[in-house]
């Protein structure tokens, strides 16, 4: 089974931290995404990397930023955290790009941050 | 725009058939994919349609008409632990997802 690990579950912190979400998968995906879900909105696409040290931006990259060091990893970079960031961050990993039967994506179990 | 639309809420009573409809307007189309997510949990893969017609995986099934930019789950048999949300997704290319609101289903007794 595809394990999407991700750092924390919970967060809070303050307007102008610099805060980074780690995200961890086991299966040797090429591809790594980031999204935040907010209600009534769905699932947006922050950021995404389709191999080390590659990435793309997605609908929403303001004010985020990412990394992909190694294969297994994707952080996600909040530069100065602002209250609109509040939100729940989701990480997932998909073995293939999007278009054929590989596109499947599994995802770690949520992020959910606050920002005060 | 890209847009998928679905309904905000749909509630069926355990045992039941449920339908939840997805229609799509999109610069490109390379699939139709079905999440379930509990509340506190990921979503996770239900099914997916690259091509019209039916694929059924258990008591879930997915339709796909690509001409009418439409899709549907459904779900027999509901059981109370079917009580979730559930998103349609539609796969752009080029690594792109780009996701519905998703739709909270309550299974009533």
């Known amino acids: 089974d595809v394990k999407v690990t991700q750092s924390s579950r919970y967060l809070v912190k303050r307007t102008g931290e610099k805060v980074f979400l780690e995200c961890v998968q086991d299966m040797d995906h090429e591809n790594m995404f980031w999204y935040r879900q907010d209600p009534g909105l769905g699932l947006r696409l922050i950021y995404f990397s389709y191999d080390v040290k590659m990435k793309e931006k997605g609908d929403i990259p303001e004010g985020y930023s990412v990394s992909r060091e190694k294969k297994e990893r994707f952080s996600l970079i909040l530069e100065s955290a602002s209250t609109n960031q509040t939100s729940m961050y989701l990480c997932?990993?998909?073995?293939?790009?999007?278009?054929?039967?590989?596109?499947?994506?599994?995802f770690g179990p949520g992020t959910r941050l606050l920002v005060l | 725009g890209q847009s998928l639309e679905q309904p905000s809420e749909v509630t069926a009573v355990e045992g039941a058939i449920v339908q939840i409809n997805c229609t799509y307007q999109t610069s490109g189309f390379y699939g139709l994919s079905w999440y379930q997510q509990h509340d506190g949990g990921a979503p996770t893969f239900l099914s997916y349609n690259a091509l019209d017609g039916l694929e059924e995986t258990g008591r879930f099934s997915s339709f796909l008409s690509r001409s009418d930019s439409y899709g549907y789950l459904l779900l027999q048999e509901l059981q109370m632990k079917d009580s979730a949300s559930y998103f349609c997704?539609?796969?752009?290319?080029?690594?792109?997802?780009?996701f519905g609101a998703g739709t909270r289903l309550f299974v009533k007794a």
């Open positions: 997932a990993s998909s073995l293939r790009a999007s278009g054929g039967a590989g596109e499947t994506q599994y």
């Open positions: 997704a539609v796969g752009l290319g080029g690594f792109k997802t780009i």
